[in-house]
Nanobody, 121 residues
């Protein structure tokens, strides 16, 4: 199976930027679409972004569109989420995930442990 490890979270001021990384291991990573989700305290898990294996299919949640960029480096088994112009509402635990399909309506099969992002005002 696929193992995913996120990193890059932290505490930033509103308007700042972070780049989250997710390193995958296991042969199953090959060909998989990658996703980012987040979950804020007291709220349901929320879709953030997804990217297909080839990079030809991409989807962003409206709440982050224009502020975030999802990318991947398949040679490094890594997916990234560059987040700019961060808002306090972006505060959440961010999870990367891998699955057979991209898009917001697909629930991935493999999940990382999450990395905390805290945005202060």
């Amino acid at each position: 199976q696929v193992q995913l490890v996120e990193s890059g979270g932290g505490l930033v001021q509103a308007g700042g930027s972070l780049r989250l990384s997710c390193v995958a291991s296991g042969r199953s990573f090959s060909g998989y679409a990658m996703h980012w989700f987040r979950q804020a305290p007291g709220k349901e898990r929320e879709f953030v972004a997804s990217l297909s294996w080839t990079g030809g299919s991409i989807d962003y949640a409206d709440s982050v569109k224009g502020r975030c960029i999802i990318s991947r480096d398949n040679a490094k088994n890594t997916v990234y989420l560059q987040m700019n112009s961060l808002k306090p509402a972006d505060t959440a635990v961010y999870y990367c995930a891998a699955g057979s399909y991209s898009g917001r309506d697909y629930l991935p099969d493999y999940w990382g442990q999450g990395t905390q992002v805290t945005v202060s005002s």
